[in-house]
């Protein structure tokens, strides 16, 4: 099992930043790849940004690419979303995700599906 608890959300400015920060406990050994993921009101979750074990491969969705940064620190078994020039489109519950041991890095956004785990999420709010 794995826990994973999000922390760093609020409310910020269009043009604003943020960083939240996913902390995993329990079998961390098998948090090879994780990713965020966010809900905006009234639509689907969908699939932000991933990283592989020693942090040096990312991808994101082309709508954070270039705005947004994912990052980790193993010793601290911490993942981060670094989140720059924020725009109102960015409000949503943002999830942290632990995807399942069998999982290959790919250059690919993560699914419902390649996810083991979940953090309860924490909420992002861009005001314009």
């Known amino acids: 099992q794995v826990q994973l608890v999000e922390s760093g959300g609020g409310l910020v400015q269009a043009g604003g930043s943020l960083r939240l920060n996913c902390a995993a406990s329990?079998?961390?050994?098998?948090?090879?790849?994780m990713a965020w993921f966010r809900q905006a009101p009234g639509k689907e979750r969908e699939f932000v940004a991933t990283?592989?074990?020693?942090?040096?491969?990312?991808y994101y969705t082309d709508s954070v690419n270039g705005r947004f940064t994912i990052s980790r620190d193993n010793a601290k078994n911490t993942v981060y979303l670094q989140m720059n020039s924020l725009k109102p489109d960015d409000t949503a519950v943002y999830y942290c995700?632990?995807?399942?041991?069998?999982?290959?890095?790919?250059?690919?956004?993560?699914?419902?599906?390649?996810?083991?785990?979940w953090g309860k999420g924490t909420l992002v709010t861009v005001s314009a």
């Open positions: 329990g079998r961390t050994d098998i948090t090879h790849i």
């Open positions: 990283i592989n074990w020693s942090g040096t491969r990312s």
């Open positions: 995700a632990v995807a399942k041991p069998s999982t290959i890095w790919s250059y690919r956004p993560l699914y419902d599906y390649d996810i083991d785990y």
